[in-house]
């Protein structure tokens, strides 16, 4: 089984600034998951040609079940505002997604805490403190029928506000408590080891870094495992024709 998570900055490459729906498709051939949860996801963006990134790669991986979960209707940086349970199609949306090539037995979406409006931030790049429209978050939740059997996959995109994430991450893990083993966390969680697997007390599966794309020095990006699902038989970070993450991916033995 593989499994892969990848930030694909709604499929813009930094080095052009532009959108071409073909690396998309190129990157997720590269990848060849059987499950796969992104993050940065556009649909009916005009940005990103007014396509459904998530149908898009769906058929680029031969994907059997797939979903997106709006966060924000609008488009990021500019006009918009929390989605709802209530989705319109045709109208310009921004969220995750999680793709398999196994049946999906259920899907749930959970929004997580949002913080207030705005909020000053440090940023790193460029060395002061900004105030930030902070985006909502959700995770994707989804039951796979598995060859060996079920298995609970979820994706999400946590804040990068400090502090903020870890209580995301914290409703998350109090959320799957009642869930049965395996589960799969994967996603950008805006946080570096050792935190991901301390908070959630689940296993990490890969130490590799993510971001940023051309000289990787942090991992923000994550595959988290509460039970088994077999021994991890390699792992890397590849670098694709997109985004400025890395992806992440699993194989495993089982």
Known sequence: MR???FNILHGRTPADDTVVLD???EAVAVLDPDVLALQEVDRDQPRSHRADLTAVAAEAMGAVSHRFAAALTGTPGATWMAATAEEVPGQASYGISLLSRYPVRSWQVLRLPRIRPTVPVYLREPGKVVRVKEEPRAALVAELQTPGGPLVVVNTHLSFVPGWGRLQLRRIRRDLAPVPEPVVLMGDLNMTPPAPA???GYTSLASHPTFPLDAPERQLDHILLRGDLGPV???EAPRLPLSDH?????????
Do not use: F, N
């Not at 890395?246 to 089982?254: F, I, M, S, W």
């Open 246 to 254: 890395r992806a992440l991916v699993v194989e495993l033995d089982g």
């Open 233 to 235: 038989r390699r792992s």
């Open 198 to 200: 301390r908070i959630t």
């Open 23 to 25: 690396r998309l498709r």
């Open 3 to 5: 499994l892969a998570t």
